[in-house]
């Protein structure tokens, strides 16, 4: 996709696969969206990721919310590893950022599958309480989906250099 920098130090950056990697393993990151007054607006959140999606879920109003009704531009970043090293001052570092458009699910279907596998992740084996929390609570929570355009991993050049 056009309209993404390029990184500049192309050593250290990861593959698509080790960025999905990280994406699939990390339990949470924080979700940038254009908040009030054109302030940058970072939260951390929970997620899952599915075939080049990053899903979450929240109240059903909020900062957060407002944010994504009125611009469909976010980026999500995770932080795998920080190994800060005091004596070398520096930090081993792997992190992972996705670009995209984000949406609130509407289709009440596609909402259902994203609670699933919210819950599951973070839940497993437990399909009885999952579906009593899923009919209790569904209808006070909104699901969003991030649809990634562009994913960019990078860790420090020690880790490239320990690797090679």
Same mark, same amino acid.
């Given at each position: 996709?056009?309209?993404?920098?390029?990184?500049?130090?192309?050593?250290?950056?990861?593959? @698509?696969?080790?960025?999905?990697?990280?994406?699939?393993?990390? $339990?949470?990151? $924080?979700?940038?969206?254009?908040?009030?007054?054109?302030?940058? %607006? /970072?939260?951390?959140?929970?997620?899952?990721?599915?075939?080049?999606?990053?899903?979450?879920?929240?109240?059903?109003?909020?900062? &957060?919310?407002?944010?994504?009704? &009125?611009?469909?531009?976010?980026?999500?970043?995770?932080?795998?590893?920080?190994?800060?090293?005091? +004596?070398? %001052?520096? #930090?081993?570092?792997?992190?992972?950022?996705?670009?995209?458009?984000?949406?609130?699910?509407?289709?009440?279907? +596609?909402?259902? @599958?994203?609670?699933?596998?919210?819950?599951?992740?973070?839940?497993?084996?437990? @399909?009885?309480?999952?579906?009593? @929390?899923? +009919?209790?609570?569904?209808?006070?929570?909104?699901?969003?989906?991030?649809?990634?355009?562009?994913? #960019?991993?990078?860790? /420090?050049? +020690?880790?490239?250099?320990?690797?090679?």
């Amino acid at each position: 996709m056009s309209g993404f920098r390029e990184m500049r130090r192309k050593r250290q950056q990861l593959s @698509e696969e080790e960025s999905i990697g990280i994406l699939q393993k990390a $339990t949470s990151g $924080t979700l940038a969206l254009l908040g009030d007054g054109g302030y940058p %607006y /970072a939260v951390p959140i929970s997620y899952v990721y599915h075939e080049r999606k990053l899903y979450f879920h929240s109240a059903l109003a909020g900062h &957060k919310v407002d944010a994504i009704r &009125k611009c469909d531009k976010a980026s999500f970043c995770v932080i795998e590893k920080d190994d800060v090293q005091p +004596e070398k %001052y520096t #930090t081993f570092f792997r992190s992972v950022i996705a670009f995209g458009r984000i949406h609130i699910i509407e289709d009440e279907h +596609e909402k259902l @599958e994203v609670a699933r596998m919210l819950g599951n992740r973070y839940n497993p084996n437990q @399909e009885e309480a999952l579906q009593k @929390e899923i +009919e209790n609570g569904l209808s006070r929570m909104l699901m969003i989906r991030l649809d990634i355009e562009h994913l #960019t991993g990078k860790e /420090a050049i +020690e880790l490239v250099k320990r690797n090679e």
